[in-house]
């Protein structure tokens, strides 16, 4: 780029009579030094956190075990309430039952 700097300011000194060809010139100038300067800057990064929105893996392994052990646990409390149930039921015949013979012994 340089090359093309010093070569454009000879030009501009050859051509200090012919207006057109000093403007043109300059022009010319200007555009390599805004070439050099964009070419020198960095990509500018963005500001903002990039945070991400989904879970990973381990933490949908951690809610899918955490699902199944509470889910094995109502497993064993419904039986717990069914069996309780039926024995219940099984007390409460077996003491109608009891009612029974002993009314019919009056």
């Known amino acids: 780029m340089s090359d093309a700097l ?3 300011e000879q030009a501009v000194r050859a051509a200090e009579t012919d ?4 403007q043109l010139a300059f022009a010319a100038m200007e555009l ?8 020198a800057q960095p990509q500018q990064q963005c500001q903002h ?18 699902v199944c052990v509470a889910s094995i646990g109502l497993a064993f409390a ?3 309430l069914a069996l309780g149930g ?5 007390v409460a015949l077996v003491l109608r ?10």
């Open 49 to 66: 956190d990039h945070k991400r929105d989904g879970r990973s893996a381990s933490e949908w392994l951690a809610i899918g075990g955490a």
């Open 78 to 80: 419904s039986i717990a």
């Open 6 to 8: 010093d070569k454009a």
């Open 86 to 90: 039926l024995s219940i039921a099984i």
């Open 97 to 106: 039952s009891m009612w029974r013979d002993f009314n019919k012994g009056r």
């Open 19 to 22: 207006t057109a060809a000093v």
């Open 32 to 39: 390599a030094k805004l070439a050099t300067i964009q070419q």
